[in-house]
C-alpha cells in the first residue's frame, strides 16, 4: 500500500519522532521561533494577528505553562 510520505503506523510515528527530535537535539536542525505568546485570549489574538498579517518570521508558541 502506498501512503505516499505519510506516517499510517504507531511505530513508524515512534520511530519519525525519536530521530526528529535527535536531529534537534544535536543541533544539527535549527528551529526559528519568532516569539513566544501566553496562552491567554490575548495572547492567541496577538498571535492569529501576527500570523496573519506577515509580521512573522519563525515560528509562534502559545506558551501553555513554565
Excluded: C, M, R
Excluded at 14 to 20: A, W
Excluded at 38 to 55: I, N, S
Amino acid at each position: 500500500v502506498q501512503t505516499f510520505g505519510y506516517v499510517t503506523t504507531p511505530e513508524e510515528a515512534y520511530y519519525y519522532g525519536t530521530e526528529l527530535f535527535k536531529i534537534v537535539e544535536s543541533g544539527e536542525l535549527k528551529i526559528n521561533i519568532h516569539k513566544e505568546y501566553p496562552f491567554t485570549v490575548e495572547g492567541v489574538k496577538q498571535a492569529q494577528e501576527d500570523l496573519v498579517t506577515g509580521k512573522t518570521v519563525g515560528k509562534l508558541l502559545i506558551k501553555v505553562a513554565d
